[in-house]
């Protein structure tokens, strides 16, 4: 049936708060000095948590006295409220040199979302009432792209930084090896699934189900993680190289002591490109049969259902989200201060 947007009015006292906060976003972003981050972190805050509260009371009042078959979706104006809270508290964090403020801001801000999550009526959105009747596959839907995204960034990392590694020795290596995985690169998701029927059928496998699609997101995977692999190991100064030969190093120990971990950082980020990349691409697979969180946003669309699709669209970005953080902690971990901050440099 046609839906009827709603004004902001409709969450009452919660939706004039909302435009508080995105007034003193304003106000922030043209304070000079200290004041800035601070004001910048309570607008990011207040307007991402009063926008989930200003949905939560809207959905309550227009499911009033309706039937239950009625549903209450997210607006585009709100979706686009909610990017702007996530672009104003980003930009907090660039300008707030305090960590203890954006630690102390950050647990607020997650509070504020779990009281809105627990007791601000989020649940009578269409997309929390789609997740209650999907709850059940809902989780193993999500299993299945975390172990499809993750075999593919896996074996993508087991074959691209070797062959990284080879393309910076060898040139044939470099021409043939980075040419051929940018081609596969440019080839659209679906006609890589129907390209790997028909070696797949030499082969014996099957080519619908896990095997293609793993294949399919390795291949995806190779490119950044090759790549970034094979300019880390090149940018290396030669400088360093040859005092390890000084030292008495052979190529292995060259490798293992110099070379690795100075381009680390590089190749950290290869892997997290490619993991981002991946993670959308996974959903694809739903086409044949490799599950996944894909197979909600086509039954969403197959039904004209938009929360459906939505259910299984927005995990989608919070798992490449998480992936990003994750990864990033790794590099943070894994890479010594004294190369991260001239990576940086």
Known sequence: MTGVPEPLSVAGLVGWTLLVFAALALVAAVVPGRARGPLLLAAGAGTGISLLWALGVA?????????????????????????????????????????????????????????????????????AKEYAVQSRRFWTLVRQHLVLAGAG??????????????????????????????????????AMLGLL????AALGLTAIGTTPAVIALTLYALLPIMRNTFVGLSGVDQGVIDAGRGMGMGRAQLLARVEVPLALPLVIEGVRAAAVLVIGIAAVTAFIGAGGLGVLVFQGWGQQADDLTLLGAV???????????????????AVSPGIREGAHS
Do not use: N
Request: positive net charge; proline residues 5%.
């Open 197 to 200: 029927i028909a070696p797949l």
């Open 153 to 190: 960034v896996g074996f993508g990392a087991l074959i691209g930084i070797p062959l990284g590694i080879l393309a910076s020795r060898y040139r044939v290596v470099r021409d043939v090896g980075l040419g051929v995985v940018s081609v596969i690169q440019t080839i659209p998701s679906m």
């Open 59 to 127: 959905a309550v009042h227009l499911q009033e006295g309706v039937p239950d078959i009625s549903r209450v979706s997210i607006g585009s104006g709100a979706w686009l409220a909610g990017i702007g809270a996530i672009v104003i508290w980003y930009a907090a964090v660039q300008a707030t040199a305090s960590p203890r403020v954006r630690r102390v801001a950050g647990v607020l801000a997650l509070a504020g979302v779990a009281g809105a999550i627990a007791w601000g009526g989020l649940g009578e959105l269409s997309i």
């Open 315 to 333: 995990p989608m970005v919070l798992l490449a989200v998480l992936a990003d953080v994750a990864l990033r902690a790794v590099h943070r971990f």
